[in-house]
């Protein structure tokens, strides 16, 4: 698998790789202990601050280190990675080491604990901004304090889960520049 | 454009079409007052009840609608309806009525006032489950309480957002049921 070596990108255009909605593995650690895991339910919420909100379940084993650490970073997957990204949706970080499974190489992040992903195009460190939504719905609001991007692909393919084990991959890249206001671009 | 025969589909299983992150139009009407807006940030959050939460600013002309109705309908385009889904985020519906503009044909919702939008190959009657994070986030929390998809194709063609006037078109589909956990389909 690919490595990527990534370079500082701005956090306010986050957006251009999530708000297409993709698959992203989330890394996270506390006191020691480090974990990753596969989400599917997040949006962009503001542009600046840079906020992202993701829906975690208390189920996953990375719900407590992500809570009590007010950490993570989220990293985006190619479709290299498909057959990682499921596998690490369908395994637990309490009975396996899944950096040692799926050979994940990591590399330290700046302004968190968790590691970011070295096989990833896209990397973005968060600090938990607003937990108002924690207990009741598993929604935590992320600040992206930290952007991390290779320069090439400036698109990188995506994978996109529609639940049933069935993934759409991200296809055709088209402007429509032309038909925007100036303003609402 | 295509209109499409839509029939009743499972609510909790909304996230065949939303999970991948597509642009949605949402319909709104309030005493009278009806219109659709391009909405591209969005996330499922929970099966059943079946949750969804989108982030819709107050600049826009339908959030007070929204709002004040507690209900919307979210509508699938595909990617035929790509220029009417800028033309759409493109003009306010305090000066234009957007779907004698853009040609839109309308059915009516059976659980709320808003319309379904006919030229979309899914919509979802969404009534405001939660509004605790309206005011600081314009983040509406949403229960889907009835969904129409049309019969076929059976995983429509979405479109998906990158800002700057740039979209990603839906492409292959590849499955990887044989290496989930029954439990985890």
């Known amino acids: ?42 949006t962009v919420l503001a542009f600046s601050p840079s906020l992202v ?3 975690i379940s208390s189920g996953n084993h990375s719900f407590e280190l992500i809570r009590r650490s007010r950490q993570c970073v989220i ?24 950096f040692a499974r799926f050979g994940l190489d990591t590399t330290a992040a700046s302004e968190v604990q968790a590691p970011l992903l070295a096989q990833c195009p896209a990397s973005f460190e968060c600090r938990l901004h607003d937990a108002g939504q924690v207990k009741r719905h598993g929604f935590f609001i992320w600040e992206v304090v930290k952007a ?6 400036k698109r990188p393919k995506t994978v996109h889960y529609r639940g049933d084990g069935q993934f759409m ?8 520049r032309r038909l925007f206001k100036p303003e609402m671009l």
Chains 1, 2 share one sequence.
Request: aromatic fraction near 8%; charge should be positive.
């Open 148 to 153: 991390h991007v290779a320069k090439a692909p």
């Open 1 to 42: 698998m690919k490595r990527y070596r990534k370079y500082d990108f701005p956090v306010d255009q986050v957006r251009r790789f999530l708000e297409p909605g993709p698959i992203v593995l989330v890394s996270s650690a506390f006191k020691g202990e480090r974990n990753v895991m596969t989400l599917g339910w997040h």
């Open 169 to 176: 991959l991200s296809g055709e890249e088209v402007s429509r």
């Open 75 to 98: 990293n985006l997957p190619g479709p290299d990675l498909l057959d990682t990204v499921v596998g690490i949706g369908n395994c637990s970080g309490a009975q396996v080491d899944k």
């Open 53 to 55: 909100g993701t829906m």
